[in-house]
């Protein structure tokens, strides 16, 4: 009964960077994509390569624009919903929990 104790609580620790997004199965996750794109979704599998299996994700994507007369910056957001995603890897920033 001991061994169940000690091998359930090695399974939930992180021993590793990349356990920690493992700990977070069924579980809300923000991932900061390239391009300027985030997003916000249940996460239902992943791999050692940061790709990912989202579900209800909400994507939003920042776009840039420069006002022609003032050359100030404009910054817009599109947010819009994916019922599940399979997100590569390498397009990965930084997964948040």
């Not at 104790?5 to 939930?12: E, K, M």
């Not at 700990?23 to 390569?49: P, Y």
Request: hydrophobic fraction near 30%; charged fraction near 30%; charge should be negative.
């Amino acid at each position: 009964m001991v061994d169940d104790v000690d091998q359930q609580q090695t399974t939930n620790t992180a021993e590793e960077p990349l356990d920690l997004i493992g700990l977070s199965l069924d579980e809300g996750i923000d991932v900061k994509m390239r391009n300027d794109r985030e997003l916000r979704g249940g996460l239902h599998a992943d791999d050692q390569h940061l790709s990912m299996i989202l579900g209800d994700v909400e994507e939003t994507v920042t776009t840039i624009e420069t006002d022609e007369e003032t050359y100030d910056e404009i910054y817009k957001s599109t947010k819009g919903n994916i019922p599940i995603l399979f997100v590569r890897g390498d397009g990965v920033v930084q997964p948040l929990r």
